[in-house]
């Protein structure tokens, strides 16, 4: 198992939406984190297992009290909250300036999520919402304990240039300077792009080519739907059959590709992580229920 962090550049391609869509149909148990050092969403938009609303202050901000003394993998659970779906979440920051209080954790924090699959009572993979990594965002000091680092883009060609140019600066940052030599260096850069998934086939290739050309060891890994509807139904927001929405069906064709690839040598032993930890294939967790009145704003 393993630690796939999730992030973008710049403007608002839908990074949680993407965190948590992902998550939803993933094949093995999952731990969504929320480390955007900007905030924060779910606390807003989402209902807890026992039917009221997260706590807020139970996620990194309770891990920033006692991780000074030292993290092990298994007390990243201590701080979890089931979503009323079954997702399990570690909530996130309620605003950027608590962040200041993170500000030598991000390495260990890192290194906890990666050890999880190493756990011997609750192995799981995390998939870590970054948020946007324009700048100097502290997030970036997860990436090296990453096993895949996933970019979100648009289709416009500015949105496209600058996910070339992030990619082949994370490249140089996480891999030194051997331009191009990323496929094979940990961790993997991927981009996502955010596109109708019919007929995109021939974007992808061009896309492809462009990061090939620049050097930047990046390939695209999918295309998950702009699928204003079906986000705002994982939000929350709007009534319907989640499970067919183009959203969740792109979700899961590349959830299925990442896990095909890269899957097996993230694997844990089936002795320690038993299937009644495991979400259901094929069937995505139900991570929010409808709130009258209390939808948070959609990143």
């Not at 990074?15 to 779910?42: C, K, N, Q």
């Not at 990436?143 to 996933?150: E, K």
């Not at 994370?170 to 792009?193: E, F, K, Q």
Request: neutral net charge.
């Amino acid at each position: 198992m393993a630690l796939i962090a999730l992030a973008a550049d710049k403007g608002s391609p839908g990074v949680t939406t993407a965190a948590v869509a992902l998550a939803a149909v993933w094949p093995r148990r999952v731990l969504l984190a929320e480390t955007d050092p900007a905030g924060g969403d779910l606390v807003y938009r989402s209902t807890a297992a026992h039917g009221g609303p997260l706590n807020p202050n139970t996620g990194l901000l309770s891990i920033a009290a006692t991780a000074r003394r030292g993290l092990v993998p298994d007390q990243l659970w201590d701080h979890v909250q089931p979503l009323s779906g079954g997702l399990e979440v570690l909530v996130g920051l309620g605003i950027a300036e608590q962040a200041a209080g993170l500000a030598s954790l991000w390495p260990t924090l890192g290194h906890a999520f990666a050890s999880l699959a190493d756990s011997p009572h609750a192995p799981a993979d995390v998939i870590a919402d970054c948020g946007r990594i324009s700048g100097d965002t502290p997030a970036v000091e997860l990436f090296p304990h990453a096993a895949l680092v996933l970019l979100l883009s648009r289709t416009e060609p500015e949105a496209l240039a600058r996910v070339r140019d992030r990619a082949a600066q994370l490249s140089t940052r996480l891999h030194g300077g051997a331009r191009g030599a990323a496929p094979l260096a940990t961790p993997l850069i991927g981009v996502v792009l955010i596109a109708d998934p019919a007929g995109s086939g021939k974007l992808v290739n061009q896309v492809n080519d462009m990061l090939v050309h620049a050097q930047t060891g990046a390939r695209v890994v999918g295309t998950l739907a702009d699928d204003v509807a079906g986000a705002d139904m994982l939000a929350g927001r709007k009534r319907g059959r989640l499970d067919k929405s183009l959203l969740v069906r792109s979700a899961r064709k590349i959830a299925a590709d990442v896990n095909q690839q890269y899957g097996a040598a993230w694997a844990v032993p089936a002795q320690r992580a038993p299937q009644a930890q495991q979400p259901q294939q094929g069937h995505p967790q139900a991570p929010y229920q409808p709130q009258q009145g209390h939808a948070g704003a959609g990143r």
